[in-house]
């Protein structure tokens, strides 16, 4: 008979994750789905300082906890993109990239993306100058100056955070003051490395290869005034959000702007189906409100499923019981190696569902640091499975091998399969921040079962005859980065005309220079055309066509 959940999260924000945690204390069967890391906005900020009880904050940090507080109560998580929902039924369908899933109750909690500005030079330059995520680009712009656009907390705090590389940041403003909190502004203030002007607006922005002019406007007496350089410089875009909900349009209300509109109960107009989070049209979106919404729309769900469960013919199911915490769950957090505790027994789970054996190939360069960091790292990860092996040569030792891997930069590391044959898959630096979740999922991938593709996108897969070589640049801080090296990879494995290799750019400084990387994800195709931003399996697919 085929699983039903008593309730599907879609989103592992902070809204997802508090509703992941009432859930399960509530002793519902519960998954959170989420496509990218959890934590959601949240996991990208560099210090959240403003969340009751906990002081001096990291944004990932917290989000881990989150996460862990979930699991505690039994929380399943699964990594996948929603493709299509029907919420019609009493069960609630959801088909996503890694299968169908269907839920007596189902909270969104998708959260909310950067909003582009739309000045003449921002699409053609973002990745190259123009950026909308410090924590993932801000080290590319290292003692170069750099223009933040906006007047909020995203602003505010994304400034301060990219004085940390900057040599100086300068805050454009079109409001008169600062519509955050009076003590970020202030911190802004304060800080040496910022200057701030108000009434101002960008009006175009150009460069050769990379932005090095830019104009703006004071919008109160229209004088206009330039910035010219002989260096690059960027500008990061903080005017705002917009909800990720386009996947739902048609299933539940939305007012024009996408917001979904729900009562205090976090209820949509479809009996069953909440919103929570910064997808709600509401005053203040912070992690407090957002974990607020959570918490109340696990809550009506809880009330919702008992309801529907003593409806006439409906069975109760069995919840397993929370997790006992055991001595071993107490020191999850504690670092044994370059993986958490936690994190490697997470990743063992996964690798247990493993049905063919894959084998890690690294050409070890005694002169490279980051290569013989990348082996001992390999000797940890490879004891997490028992269908996976290790091969370790130094440079030049195995020429053949050297030559069948294009082991062209180092570190590296490539995928065999069961077979031996080299599948296309590579990784040109460490598999640690983010990456890690893109590292677990190629093992996944090769080794089967597999994330689940629709036969549409396999055979779309099947038809490229050509060969074709994917690089796609990453940052370790990068949480939209894993998305693009996962669908890279996945056709790869699907096609053996297709390599597909992640490259940490910011270990390659060659790169970044001849592509004039300043932005990630970057997808280079055919070490000729590249591409900016996260992309789908199915995106990427379009480009490999053009």
Request: glycine fraction near 8%; charged fraction near 30%; include cysteine.
């Amino acid at each position: 008979m085929e699983k039903i959940y008593d309730l599907i999260i879609l989103g592992g924000g902070p809204a997802g994750l508090s509703a992941g945690l009432y859930a399960g204390r509530a002793r519902l069967d519960t998954v959170i789905i989420e496509k990218s890391i959890a934590g959601g906005q949240a996991a990208t900020t560099s210090d959240i300082d403003n969340y009751p009880g906990v002081r001096n904050a990291k944004g990932p940090e917290v989000s881990q906890v989150m996460k862990n507080q979930a699991e505690d109560f039994g929380t399943e998580f699964i990594t996948g993109d929603v493709s299509e929902v029907d919420f019609s039924g009493e069960i609630k369908v959801v088909k996503t990239t890694s299968g169908e899933y269907r839920g007596r109750s189902v909270i969104i909690s998708t959260g909310a993306r950067p909003k582009k500005l739309g000045f003449p030079g921002e699409a053609e330059y973002t990745g190259r100058g123009v950026a909308y995520c410090a924590t993932c680009d801000g080290e590319f712009f290292t003692d170069l100056e750099v223009f933040v656009l906006g007047a909020g907390y995203a602003a505010a705090e994304e400034a301060i955070y990219l004085t940390r590389f900057a040599k100086k940041v300068t805050i454009i403003a079109r409001e008169p003051e600062f519509t955050c909190a009076k003590s970020i502004a202030e911190k802004v203030f304060e800080n040496e490395k910022i200057e701030v002007i108000f009434n101002t607006e960008i009006v175009e922005a150009s460069g050769d290869e990379m932005i090095n002019y830019a104009k703006f406007k004071n919008n109160l007496t229209n004088e206009t005034w330039e910035h010219r350089s002989e260096e690059n410089f960027g500008i990061f875009v903080f005017i705002g959000y917009e909800p990720i909900t386009e996947k739902f349009v048609g299933h539940v209300k939305m007012d024009s702007a996408g917001y979904i509109p729900t009562d205090e109960n976090m209820n949509t107009d479809i009996e069953g189906v909440y919103a929570a989070g910064d997808l709600r049209p509401k005053m203040l979106r912070q992690v407090v409100t957002a974990v607020a919404d959570g918490a109340i729309a696990a809550t009506a769900a809880e009330r919702y499923v008992s309801e529907f469960k003593r409806r006439p013919g409906k069975s109760e199911s069995e919840k397993p019981k929370p997790k006992i915490q055991t001595e071993k769950d107490l020191i999850k957090n504690k670092k044994t190696g370059f993986l958490k505790e936690e994190t490697a027994y997470q990743i063992e789970e996964v690798f247990r569902k493993m049905e063919r054996e894959v084998t890690f190939v690294t050409i070890v360069d005694e002169n490279v640091k980051k290569s013989l960091e990348l082996k001992e790292i390999l000797e940890e990860i490879v004891e997490l499975g028992d269908k996976l092996k290790l091969e370790v040569y130094k440079r030049g030792e195995n020429l053949e091998l050297e030559k069948k891997i294009n082991a062209d930069k180092y570190p590296v590391v490539a995928f065999l399969d069961n077979e031996g044959r080299y599948r296309g898959v590579k990784f040109h630096g460490i598999p640690g921040g983010h990456e890690l979740n893109s590292f677990v999922a190629a093992v996944y991938n090769l080794a089967g079962p597999g994330q689940e593709l629709t036969s549409e996108i396999l055979e779309k897969i099947k038809e490229i005859d050509k060969k074709i070589n994917i690089k796609v640049g990453v940052s370790l801080s990068c949480h939209h980065c894993p998305d693009a090296v996962i669908a890279a990879q996945r056709l790869a494995i699907e096609n053996e005309n297709i390599e597909a290799e992640m490259v940490d750019v910011l270990q390659f400084a060659d790169i970044r220079a001849e592509y004039n990387i300043m932005s990630v994800p970057a997808i280079i195709i055919n070490d000729s055309e590249v591409y900016f931003g996260a992309k789908k399996i199915d995106e990427i697919i379009e480009m490999l066509k053009k």
